[in-house]
C-alpha cells in the first residue's frame, strides 16, 4: 500500500507564495507519476499539475500555467508545488495522487491516480 502525505497548506495574501509537499512510502521497484488535484468550497476535485517518472513530462492547468510550478526529488520520495502569484480562485483543499499504471505520462485523468493523499489547505485572503 501507498501512503502520501501532503503539507504546506496554509493562509496567504493574494500575490504571496505557498510551496506544498508531498512524501510518499516507496512501492519497491516500481515508477509513478504524480499530480497534484483541487476541491475549491461548492465545486468538484479539479486538475493542478502532473508530472511524469522522470521529470521530464509536467502538465498544468490553464489557470495555474505560470504560476505554479511541479517538481520532484527522487532522493527524498517527494513531489512539490511552487504555487506563486496566489489568487483568491486559488483558494482549495489540494490533494497529491499517485499513478503507477501511466507513469509515463502526467495525465490530468483522476481515475488513472489510484493513491490519494488527505489533502491540505491552502486559503488566500484578498
Known amino acids: 500500500q501507498v501512503q502520501l502525505v501532503e503539507s504546506g497548506g496554509g493562509l ?3 500575490g504571496g ?4 509537499s508531498c512524501a510518499a512510502s516507496r512501492r519497491p521497484g516500481s515508477s509513478y507519476a504524480a499530480a497534484w488535484f483541487r476541491r475549491a468550497p461548492g465545486k ?3 486538475f493542478v499539475a502532473a508530472i511524469n517518472w522522470n521529470g521530464m513530462i509536467t502538465t498544468y492547468a490553464n489557470s495555474v500555467k505560470g504560476r505554479f510550478t511541479i517538481s520532484r526529488d527522487y532522493a527524498k520520495n517527494t513531489v512539490y508545488l511552487q504555487m506563486n502569484s496566489l489568487k483568491p480562485d486559488d483558494t482549495a483543499v489540494y490533494y497529491c495522487a499517485a ?5 509515463r505520462l ?5 481515475t488513472n491516480y489510484d493513491y490519494w493523499g488527505q489533502g491540505t ?3 488566500v485572503s484578498s
Open 106 to 110: 502526467a495525465s490530468m485523468v483522476q
Open 121 to 123: 489547505q491552502v486559503t
Open 99 to 103: 499513478d503507477y499504471r501511466t507513469w
Open 44 to 46: 468538484e476535485r479539479d
Open 17 to 20: 507564495s505557498l510551496r506544498l
Open 12 to 14: 496567504v495574501q493574494a
